[in-house]
């Protein structure tokens, strides 16, 4: 069976968080704090906060960014669903915009439509480790005052007119989850170059508590925490940070890699003309955390069917990203909705195997059977007339 993806872990990993227990310091600590260090090197940004996942990096980043009840956030609707999550968490509406068809990530012009006098931000993604246009977004956000939140869950090695995501904006937000580049288990961190910012995330991470556990444990004096306003227990363990300071080393190598097998892929695949292959422009620099195909219409099979072939082969794949407003949730008190851009790409890609290692007889059998697949219908429809 060759699975949608895995993370790459090794004995180093384990070692480190073998040698963070036996430290007798297990939760938020030195090793956290070494993390965001050096998470921030990497991406150039001033300051990185360590959370427990990028959901609650979000989070924060709305109430660091004063979005609350009665204020609109526009971000894309085609995301995981913890993307508008967040802006509900802080009583804020979220408001969804189409995406651009050829690279997933919400489309400027079709957010400048959705700006009103209640809009206070604009929540980005950068869709499957695929840059959005962030200067677009900052020069919309400039222009109407608003705030610009980077949701950079899957983009941690992505850059953007050759600087790493993480070191454009006010808030970034990373996730560790195993299902991204690089995991610490479930994890996250948020980016920033604003002092005022760092300050307040790293209060309201740890129940608002003026002095942190490490800080007092260092000190040959007495010292009394207070608690200055109501925050969250949102940490990082040290076990985590530990795994993610050796994740991290192995970051660009891991993108490298997953850079050759979307290279295989798209050089194996871009003769065929019922699909479209993801396309890197100019001044785009993807992790290829995901890869994913579009079905046109004159594709001979249907996804779901192709889907359940690659599956019967052994090959497994996913569907394309969900529609936050077609789930449960959501769909019940903002009905009417309709992106047919998003809904399409859901409905019409598919995301194929790729993950580091992978074997290249692996690359090559889901490159055999996705082109038999697409291409074998075709001949027996032509049969057919
Ligand atoms: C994975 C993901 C999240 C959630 O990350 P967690 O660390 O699991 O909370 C948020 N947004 C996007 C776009 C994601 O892909």
């Not at 060759?2 to 036996?22: G, M, N, R």
């Not at 956030?73 to 009583?91: F, Q, R």
């Not at 195997?353 to 074998?376: G, N, Q, R, S, W």
Request: glycine residues 6%; negative net charge.
């Amino acid at each position: 069976m060759i699975p949608i993806a895995k993370p790459f872990i090794t004995e180093e990993e384990a070692q480190a968080a073998y040698d963070t227990i036996l430290t007798g310091w297990i939760t938020q600590g030195p090793r956290v704090q070494e993390f965001e260090e050096k998470f921030a090197a990497y991406t150039g940004a001033k300051y990185a906060v360590a959370v427990s996942n990028c959901t609650t990096a979000l989070h924060l980043s709305m109430i660091v960014s004063g979005i609350g009840p009665g204020d609109e956030v526009i971000c894309p609707s085609m995301s995981y669903i913890a993307t508008a999550n967040s802006i509900k968490y802080v009583g804020a509406t979220p408001v969804f915009a189409e995406v651009q068809p050829d690279t997933y990530n919400l489309d400027p012009v079709d957010v400048g439509k959705r700006i009103t006098k209640r809009t206070k931000a604009i929540l980005l993604v950068h869709q499957i480790g695929m840059p959005a246009d962030i200067d677009a977004f900052q020069e919309l956000c400039n222009r109407h005052s608003l705030k610009l939140i980077e949701d950079a869950a899957c983009a941690a090695g992505s850059a953007y007119k050759g600087k790493k995501v993480g070191s454009h904006s006010e808030l970034v937000c990373f996730s560790f989850h195993p299902r991204k580049v690089i995991s610490t288990g479930d994890g996250g961190m948020i980016t920033t170059n604003r002092q005022d910012y760092y300050e307040r995330l790293k209060l309201l991470r740890q129940h608002g508590m003026s002095v942190n556990d490490r800080v007092r444990h260092e000190s040959d004096r007495v010292i009394f925490e207070d608690h200055v306003e109501i925050g969250y227990n949102y940490r990082m363990t040290d076990i985590q940070a530990a795994v993610g300071i050796k994740q991290l080393e192995k970051l660009d190598w891991i993108v490298e890699e997953r850079r050759k097998i979307a290279a295989a892929y798209n050089q194996a695949f871009k003769g065929i003309a019922s699909i479209r292959l993801p396309e890197e422009k100019e001044g785009y620099f993807s992790n290829f955390q995901s890869y994913s195909i579009y079905l046109k219409h004159t594709a001979p099979v249907d996804r779901n069917t192709l889907m359940q072939h690659l599956l019967d082969k052994g090959i497994a794949t996913r569907r394309g990203i969900m529609n936050t407003h077609r789930e449960t949730a959501y769909k019940n008190y903002m009905p009417g909705v309709s992106l047919p851009v998003s809904e399409d790409l859901q409905e019409n890609s598919i995301m194929l195997p790729l993950y580091v290692p992978m074997k290249a007889e692996d690359i090559e059998y889901v490159i055999d059977c996705f082109t038999h697949e697409i291409l074998a219908v075709a001949d027996t429809d032509k049969a057919l007339v």
